[in-house]
């Protein structure tokens, strides 16, 4: 079992910047691929990146490419999400998630969920 909890979240301008960090305790956190995810209200949950247990690998949704930027510190637990250059459409609750394999896209390939954690963006 892998308990995740978000923090960092907050209110913005837009063009502002935010770091969110998923800490992870229970089981070995090494060897889960970690997501981040968001759901904007009445839209369905999107995935935003990965990275991989290796720290090598990572990949980003189209939308937040280029700025935003997931990173982990396997020592400390711990995944981040440095956000910068935010914009209106990236206000959502933001979600951590570990998957049990080496690199995963897809909400339905996450066997653990935080509880999230609310950005706003104001323009």
């Known amino acids: 079992q892998v308990q995740l909890v978000e923090s960092g979240g907050g209110l913005v301008q837009a063009g502002g910047s935010l770091r969110l960090s998923c800490a992870a305790s229970g089981r070995t956190f090494i060897k889960y691929a970690v997501g981040w995810f968001r759901q904007a209200p009445g839209k369905e949950r999107e995935f935003v990146a990965t990275?991989?247990?290796?720290?090598?690998?990572?990949v980003y949704a189209d939308s937040v490419k280029g700025r935003f930027t997931i990173s982990r510190d396997n020592p400390k637990n711990t995944v981040y999400l440095q956000m910068n250059s935010l914009k209106p459409e990236d206000t959502a609750i933001y979600y951590c998630?570990?998957?049990?394999?080496?690199?995963?896209?897809?909400?339905?390939?996450?066997?653990?969920w935080g509880q999230g954690t609310q950005v706003t963006v104001s323009s």
């Open positions: 990275i991989t247990w290796s720290n090598v690998n990572t």
């Open positions: 998630a570990a998957a049990s394999q080496y690199i995963a896209t897809h909400e339905t390939e996450y066997d653990y």
